[in-house]
């Protein structure tokens, strides 16, 4: 005699947890993978902005008269983790950092302003931000203008509605050595933040942005490579720039206009 012991099973509920991890490990892999390394070190910043934001009241006075916040320091050294932990192949170059010399032995780059505006930083304007650059093979990745407290970015690869203007851009440096703007047609703006500035003509809100006394590479690549994304006209040191790695030891004077 056959006995059918089918009516006797009962259905177990399948556990679904090993699956559960197993496809989170995946997620987090492949979302680490796909991720633009601007992206996750924008990230980031916006993960901890509250505490960044605190620190804004603690700052120093460096060697050439500006200062350096905690702020500026934190954001230096959260990305310098995360580049240390999943990015070594590229060499860190941070206004904050000391890269003189060392940077000449690599050819795989991340440039970071931690916090460009600082003295807009430490006097609780919003009106700072933070630029990062990738260059690979000397040769420029991607790059990223974030700015926290205003809630607008751009990254490599974003389509930008351009806005119409006859607003100049200026550096604030062009002010302190008392050049004057030349064309009367236009407005002109200066805003202590070379980021902001970068994000305006990027945006079409600034007609063109000028800095005829010069910023170092970290206040400029991030704006220059975008720009030049964007079909934009920009020029270093009088000559037209294509994206190549600059010297993080000198001052580069800058134009980028809009067509």
């Keep these: 005699m056959i006995t059918d012991h089918s009516r006797n099973l009962q259905l177990q509920p399948k556990d679904f947890s090993f699956y559960s991890k197993f496809n989170s490990i995946l997620d987090y892999k492949f979302n680490l993978f796909v991720k633009s390394i ?8 916006k993960n901890n902005l509250s505490e960044i934001k605190k620190l804004k009241n603690t700052f120093y006075k460096k060697s050439d008269g500006s200062h350096v916040s905690e702020g500026d320091l934190l954001i230096q050294k959260l990305l310098q983790d995360e580049i240390l932990k999943n990015f070594k192949n590229y060499f860190l170059i941070s206004e904050e950092n000391d890269h003189s010399g060392k940077w000449e032995d690599y050819n795989d780059f991340i440039v970071l302003d931690p916090i460009d505006g600082t003295e807009n930083f430490i006097s609780g304007m919003l009106e700072w931000g933070v630029g990062i650059s990738v260059f690979e093979n000397r040769k420029h990745a991607e790059s990223a203008i974030l700015l926290p ?59 063109h942005y000028v800095d005829p006394v010069g910023g170092f590479l970290w206040d400029i690549l991030p704006g220059l490579n975008l720009a030049i994304e964007q079909k934009m006209d920009v020029y270093v040191d009088g000559e037209k720039y294509d994206g190549e790695f600059l010297s993080p030891e000198k001052r580069y004077k800058i134009k980028i206009l809009n067509k």
């Design 38 to 45: 601007c992206t996750k070190l924008i990230d980031i910043i």
């Design 149 to 207: 407290d205003m809630n607008l970015e751009i990254k490599s690869g974003d389509k930008i509605i351009k806005n119409k203007s006859k607003i100049v851009g200026m550096s604030t440096r062009h002010f302190k050595k008392g050049l004057d703007p030349c064309d009367k047609n236009f407005d002109y703006r200066a805003l202590g933040c070379s980021m902001i500035n970068m994000y305006y003509v990027l945006t079409g809100s600034f007609n």
